[in-house]
């Protein structure tokens, strides 16, 4: 682990995106309510927020950060869910993996509600979109960190 004694403690912010490709009549089936597991959008939404605050637990030397704020919106297009997470804290390290890791569940938890009716779907381009505080406070623009 990172030793982050002596970096002083910043307000940070990080987002993260990604999204599920899937075939329309899916996306159909999510709009009317209608899928077979109940509703995977606000599942989602729930399992992505709990994944946040669970990140040190899942990725090993991973810093356990008091957050204070996690987010994740789910927006339906015609072939796909965009996934978009935002991730906040008051601390010595960033919060890229909290962010990155509510995409990445939120994403999981779309494909697992919605596998028996479509086989095909993607997960795809889970990266971290923007990140301010700390010492390298910058915004990223298409997703370099």
Known sequence: MVD????????????????????????????????????????????????????????????TLPLTYVNVELTLSADHIAITATARTRAGTGVEMEALTAVSVAALTLFDMCKAIDRTMRITDIRVQSKTGGKSDRSTAGGEA
């Not at 004694?5 to 999204?19: E, I």
């Open 4 to 63: 982050v004694t002596d970096k002083p403690s910043t307000d940070r912010t990080a987002v993260a995106t990604g999204a599920v490709y899937m075939q329309p009549e899916t996306l159909d089936a999510i709009r009317a309510r209608t899928t077979p597991k109940g509703d995977p959008l606000e599942t989602a939404r729930l399992a992505g927020i709990l994944a946040a605050k669970q990140t040190d637990r899942l990725i090993p030397l991973c810093h």
